[in-house]
């Protein structure tokens, strides 16, 4: 059972335009991950957080502990930006992951 | 500094073959897992291994073997590849006690 629900699913962007994606998970977590993984690449993290708001460059990651929801936004987005995003927590040894949001940003 | 260094980056392979996807972390990690990334699925465990000479099954672990060879290597083996195993491969690894995992570039893998 996938625990980490994110919406949209696919998400398709004029550039230039600001960018929302939702993750929101079912259980008590200390810290929600934000990954990114281009095209036939690797993944990479984007961020760690347990609280508020991290900001890095174009993208800021916010996370409401309580309500079990967390929100990835880019701002000014590019067709650079294109790939999917994946919000994942760690409990006991075990990763939990979101199924990803595909972005993609037309020029 | 190479991190996770996942070989080979893509493979065919005829249904019935037998074929091992070989990582390694340079980083000193205890924990490496192995996940499997299928379209509309997310990335599902296959295996994991909290410590040097130990192994777990993930969500999947069917039709797939794994061992860790040492500290630096974990890697997983498929004895006689099917095609739902076509899949990219994704190995990770976790330092003792901390919350983030290092993952490879993935491998890329047709069964036919």
């Known amino acids: 059972k996938n625990e980490v629900e994110q919406s949209p699913q696919n998400l398709t962007a004029q550039e230039g335009e600001f960018i929302t994606i939702n993750c929101s998970y079912s259980?008590?977590?200390?810290?929600l991950h934000w990954l990114q993984q281009h095209p036939g690449g690797g993944i990479v993290s984007l961020f760690m957080?347990?609280?508020g708001k991290k900001k890095h460059g174009r993208l800021i990651a916010t996370i409401n502990i309580q309500e079990k929801h967390s929100s990835l936004h880019i701002t000014a987005s590019h067709p650079r930006d294109s790939a999917v995003y994946i919000c994942a927590y760690l409990t006991g040894n075990q990763f939990y992951f979101g199924t990803g949001t595909s972005l993609t940003v037309i020029p | 500094n190479a991190g996770v260094t996942q070989t080979p980056k893509f493979q065919v392979l005829k249904t019935g073959q037998s074929m091992t996807l070989q990582c390694a972390q340079d980083m000193n990690h205890n924990s490496m897992y192995w996940y499997r990334q299928d379209p509309g699925m997310g990335l599902r465990l296959i295996y994991y291994?909290?410590?040097?000479?130990?192994?777990d099954k993930g969500e999947v672990p069917n039709g797939y073997n794994v061992s860790r060879l040492n500290k630096r290597e974990f890697s997983l083996r498929l004895e006689s590849a099917a095609p739902s195993q076509t899949s990219v491969y994704f190995c990770?690894?976790?330092?003792?006690?901390?919350?983030?995992?290092?993952f490879g570039q993935g491998t890329r893998l047709t069964v036919v």
């Open positions: 957080l347990s609280s």
């Open positions: 259980v008590g977590i200390s810290a």
């Open positions: 990770a690894s976790r330092g003792w006690g901390a919350p983030e995992a290092f």
């Open positions: 291994s909290a410590s040097e000479g130990t192994t």
